[in-house]
């Protein structure tokens, strides 16, 4: 049954959208969620927090007029509860069939979809170099981007397709002209929005190594090599080559302050060397990530801030609510930053995650090498990134 033949609710449904429901639970708010999506799809996805009980009912046991008692006694009747499936049908039929039988509901906005679409802006306010900086935050996949705004221009650095227009919003709202879309590496979980901001006149910035990987778009791109500057008003973004997770990985050095890892490393977690050679490749690749984590990586200043492309479940957010991290902190609380290379590889390869959804579609994607319309493409990264080494965190307590 598609989510559109779902009939109206007979009583009227409340509905809250996923701003909303983000700032209940973000506000602390303890927060129940029933998702009526199908078993598979909510193990591999699903909305979660320390303050969110979330609870699997398929909707399709909601069908019948006469509900089996074991289906009501999952669901808690006594505080409110959100309804929530995959585009917002089935969770309205859902909460109604509920409310009807006397439970506080109400239901979300569009779905999983809907909280796809949230993202945020957040200032990094550890950031010293020249201008502002900001980090972006996809709650939904863990997705993370910057942004530096200086005197009147801006660079955007990991920047998804899905956005585009915020980017350019957002530079509007501060007076800024995107001089600059750069992008780490070709992603492997969601699709790049460097090309697509870059034919509304923004230069699009790639790594010089991508062009091994086959991108089909080189010719418009300016391709960064290590050690190239790219100058915002005063600030300097530097290139560092950071091979590993892939091996044209990139790391772009703001102002001498945060350097934006990429998928290299992240304030929880490491690279997975697995998404470019396979398994085959991936104790190559690990050693790879070592040596750029131990030579052009921890060579910096223990204030560094690092800033990675993704932060995981596991992830702390810093006080001022990025998800960054000096970098003498992480060494002190990674013990895969100080082991020894041997170990370092036997670690990052005993326990890699599933791969992210749908990354035999978004790679080529990314290389230019097969096309994908605005909602295929967003429908494509939609669930979990899983582009770190472990779903836990490495960082110690």
């Known amino acids: 049954m598609d989510e559109m033949d779902f009939p109206t609710p007979d009583v009227e449904i409340e509905s809250v959208t996923p701003d909303e429901l983000k700032a209940r639970i973000d506000a602390g708010e303890n927060v129940t969620l029933l998702d009526a999506r199908m078993e598979s799809d909510y193990e591999e996805w699903r909305i979660d927090g320390e303050n969110v009980e979330s609870i ?62 949230i993202y945020e802006r957040v200032e990094v306010e550890r950031y010293d170099g020249s201008g502002t900086l900001y980090q972006y935050q996809r709650p939904s996949s863990g997705c993370l981007g910057y942004l530096v705004a200086d005197g009147d221009e801006a660079a955007v650095i990991d920047p998804l397709r899905a956005f585009t227009d915020r980017y350019l919003e957002d530079a509007d709202e501060l007076g800024v002209d995107l001089q600059y879309a750069i992008d780490t590496h070709i992603h492997a979980d969601h699709i790049s929005g460097v090309r697509n901001l870059a034919e509304e006149g923004v230069e699009g910035v790639i790594p010089e190594a991508s062009v091994d990987r086959g991108v089909t778009y080189a ?64 104790p190559e ?76 579609d978004i790679i080529p994607t990314n290389l230019g090498q097969q096309e994908a319309g605005d909602e295929e493409a967003f429908e494509l990264e939609l669930g979990p990134n899983n582009c770190a080494a472990s779903q836990e965190s490495l960082a110690g307590d």
């Open 219 to 282: 010719d418009e791109m300016t391709l960064a090599a290590d050690g190239d500057e790219f100058q915002v008003g005063s600030a300097t973004i530097e290139t560092v080559s950071t091979p590993g997770h892939t091996s044209g990985m990139t790391s772009y050095l703001i102002d001498g302050s945060l350097l934006a890892t990429g998928d290299g490393l992240f304030v929880e977690s490491v690279a997975r060397p697995d998404l470019e050679e396979g398994d085959d490749g991936a």
């Open 56 to 117: 699997n009912v398929p909707y399709f046991q909601f069908l019948d007029e006469e509900l089996d008692d074991d289906v009501l006694a999952a669901v808690p009747d006594d505080r409110e509860v959100t309804v929530l499936c995959a585009k917002g049908g089935a969770s309205e039929f859902v909460a109604g069939s509920l409310a009807e039988r006397g439970y506080d509901v109400d239901h979300l906005e569009e779905g999983m979809n809907g909280w796809a679409r």
């Open 285 to 360: 690749a690990a050693s790879q990530l070592y040596e750029s984590l131990q030579e052009r990586v921890l060579t910096l200043p223990d204030e560094t801030l690092i800033g990675g492309a993704h932060f995981s479940d596991a992830a702390e957010p810093a006080d001022d609510g990025t998800y960054t991290a000096p970098i003498g902190q992480l060494e002190a609380e990674m013990d895969a930053l100080t082991m020894d290379e041997d170990a370092f590889v036997e670690l990052i390869l005993s326990d890699m995650p599933p791969r992210p959804a749908n990354y035999e």
